[in-house]
């Protein structure tokens, strides 16, 4: 059950992710971008870890990505051209991200007896558990955070503000 | 039957090198902020799956607070992007060159 849960929602995500890579229009990869954000909800719910599973929905696929469909269409983003982008991102960065993928998951799968099984219910951090380490021992980085916001806020309004 | 953590970490990595690709080949410049929220989901699962594996509050920890600077990174960056296209009327990135109109 947890397997098929797991497989479902991992190559629901997968799907999306690649979706995002194929498509050209920018509402199409956003909207493919919402699919990988929700069903990655759903692994961290697997995973135990239930408060991020329902920050994941309200604030990436609710707020972040809301913003991003609301930009795209204000700017009536049409579809992608297609210009010959950097010679370098091409033969650098293509090989080094597929390199990248390889080496990361070669390392991974040659620890994988050491990672062993993620059992659903073995670990789950409840909200009162996360919020105790946030209050107790993070307080002032939490505050801290709370002041970047502010301070994201009023420089999205003055950026996005008309010039006169 | 239990999932094997190592699958959660190749589909991180897979999601993180997916992201990297279409920062690499994306034209647009939305699609490729988009990109870059991807790569932060992809760690994100990492910070759970391995939160999970010792399990330490922790990491769950620094995945909210990834969350919390990617949502103000949003705002800046959407704003930046719309005061960018007011100036010149395009979203490709090949057009967007000079940092003076």
Known sequence: MNLAIFILFGLLCLGGALNLLLQRHPINSALSLIVVMSSLSVLYLLLGAEFLAAAQIIVYSGAIMVLFVFVIMLLNAGEEERTHGSQVAYLAGIPGALALFTVLASTFFTLRNSFGNARLGAFVATTSDLSRVLFRNLLLPFEVTSVLILVAIMGAVVLARKEH | ?101
């Open chain 2, 1 to 101: 039957m239990a999932v094997p953590m190592v699958c959660y970490l190749i589909l991180s990595a897979a999601l993180f090198s997916i992201g990297i690709f279409a920062f690499l080949i994306k034209r647009n410049i939305i699609t490729i902020f988009m990109s870059i929220e991807l790569m932060l989901n992809g760690v994100n699962l990492a910070f759970v799956a391995f939160a999970n594996h010792w399990h330490q509050v922790s990491g769950q920890i620094f995945v909210f607070f990834v969350m919390v600077v990617a949502a103000a990174e949003a705002a800046v960056g959407l704003a930046i992007i719309i005061s960018l296209f007011r100036s010149r009327n395009t979203l490709n990135v090949d057009q967007i060159n000079l940092m003076k109109l």
